[in-house]
C-alpha cells in the first residue's frame, strides 16, 4: 500500500457528506405533514362547528313543521276566523282565540308599561352616575333576577302580591280611577293587574342589561363634547346617550316583550285563566302561553288538540318576529363600537 494507506475494500474514494441534504429533506416532509394534519383539523373543526349550527336551524324548522301539521285540522275548520272568535268550548268543538290574544296582548303592553321606566333608570344609573363599589354589586343583583324560575315568581305573587292587590293597590285604584273603566269591579288580586305587575318583575332584568349594553357602547369622547357646551349632566345623558341609544333601547324593550309574550308558569298561577275579553284590568283573563299550559293534557278530542297546537303556533310566529326585531334593532347600536372605560 503506496505511502501506508489503509484500503478498504469496496471503497475506490472519499464520498461527499449526506447528513445535511438529508436534514433538508427531513424537514421538508415533517413541515409538509404537520400543513397536512393541520388542513385536516381545521376541515373537521369546520364540520362539526357546521353541523352545531345546521342542528339549530334543523330544530327550529322542525318544530315549525311540526306545529304547521299538527293544526291543520283545526285551520281546515275555522280558517282564518279562529283568530276571531271569542268562543272557546271544548265540549261543542267551538274553538275562537281572541281571547287569548287579548289577554297576551294586554298583560304584555302592562308589563312594559311597568318595566321600562323601571329598567331605564336602573341602567342609567348603573352606567352613568353610580359609585363604582355599587356599581358590581347592583348590576348583578338585576341580572340575577333573571335567573330565578318563573315558579317561584308565581308562588311569590301568590302568597305576596295577591294579597297586597286585594287589600290595598285595588280598593284604592278603585276609589280614585275606577272611573276610567280601567279599575272596576270586585277587588280578587287575582287578575290582569297581578299578571301584569310580575311579567314587569320579570322583564325588568332583559330590558335593564341591554340598556346598559348600548349606553356603554356611546363613546366617552360623546359625553365630553355635550359637556364642553355647556350641558348638565342630565342634558348629556338625555341628549349625548340615550338619544344615541335609543334604537338599542328599543331593541331591548321589544326583547323583553318577547320574553313577555311567551310567559307561561307564573302567569298561569295569578291571571284567574278565564277566557273572557273585560275592559277592567281587576278581571280574570287568558293568554295563549296558558292556555296550552292548563289544557293540552286535557285535549281528548283530536279538533282541540288541533285548536290548542294552532294557538302555539301563533305564539310560536309571533315570538320570532319580536325577537328577530330586537337583534336587529340592537345591532345596529351595537356594531363596531368599543366599550365605554368607566371611570
Not at 98 to 105: A, D, H, N, R, W
Not at 183 to 211: C, D, K, Q
Request: glycine fraction near 10%.
Amino acid at each position: 500500500m503506496a505511502n501506508g494507506a489503509l484500503r478498504v475494500p469496496g471503497l475506490t474514494g472519499p464520498k461527499p457528506v449526506a447528513g445535511p441534504q438529508l436534514a433538508r429533506d427531513t424537514s421538508l416532509s415533517a413541515i409538509r405533514l404537520k400543513d397536512a394534519g393541520g388542513r385536516l383539523a381545521d376541515n373537521v373543526f369546520h364540520g362539526l362547528v357546521l353541523s352545531c349550527a345546521l342542528a339549530i336551524l334543523a330544530v327550529v324548522g322542525l318544530v315549525l313543521y311540526e306545529l304547521i301539521s299538527k293544526s291543520q285540522l283545526s285551520w281546515h275548520a275555522f280558517g282564518f276566523k279562529f283568530f276571531l272568535g271569542q268562543n272557546w268550548d271544548p265540549v261543542q268543538d267551538q274553538f275562537g282565540a281572541l281571547p287569548f290574544i287579548y289577554g297576551t296582548i294586554v298583560s304584555s303592553l302592562l308589563a312594559l308599561i311597568l318595566a321600562v321606566p323601571l329598567a331605564i333608570g336602573v341602567a342609567v344609573f348603573t352606567t352613568e352616575m353610580s359609585p363604582r363599589w355599587l356599581r358590581g354589586p347592583l348590576a348583578f343583583t338585576t341580572e340575577l333576577l333573571a335567573a330565578i324560575p318563573s315558579v317561584i315568581y308565581g308562588l311569590w305573587a301568590i302568597f305576596v302580591l295577591v294579597p297586597l292587590l286585594r287589600q290595598y293597590v285595588q280598593p284604592w285604584l278603585a276609589r280614585y280611577l275606577g272611573w276610567t273603566g280601567l279599575f272596576e269591579g270586585p277587588p280578587y288580586g287575582i287578575g290582569m293587574l297581578a299578571a301584569g305587575i310580575i311579567l314587569a318583575i320579570m322583564i325588568v332584568p332583559i330590558v335593564s342589561s341591554i340598556t346598559r349594553e348600548v349606553m356603554t357602547a356611546v363613546s366617552q369622547q360623546q359625553r365630553e363634547s355635550v359637556l364642553a357646551l355647556g350641558a348638565t349632566r342630565w342634558e348629556m345623558i338625555r341628549m349625548g346617550v340615550l338619544r344615541n341609544a335609543r334604537a338599542g333601547i328599543m331593541g331591548g324593550v321589544i326583547l323583553g316583550l318577547g320574553r313577555a309574550l311567551g310567559e307561561t308558569m307564573a302567569l298561569t298561577m295569578v291571571i284567574g285563566n278565564r277566557p273572557e275579553i273585560a275592559r277592567s284590568l281587576f278581571a280574570p283573563g287568558y293568554t295563549m302561553a296558558s292556555v296550552i299550559a292548563n289544557e293540552f293534557s286535557e285535549a281528548t278530542g283530536n279538533l282541540y288538540l288541533s285548536a290548542l297546537i294552532e294557538v302555539g303556533l301563533a305564539l310560536f310566529l309571533v315570538t320570532m318576529v319580536v325577537n328577530i326585531l330586537a337583534q336587529l334593532l340592537v345591532w345596529s347600536v351595537t356594531r363596531g363600537a368599543p366599550a365605554r372605560t368607566h371611570a
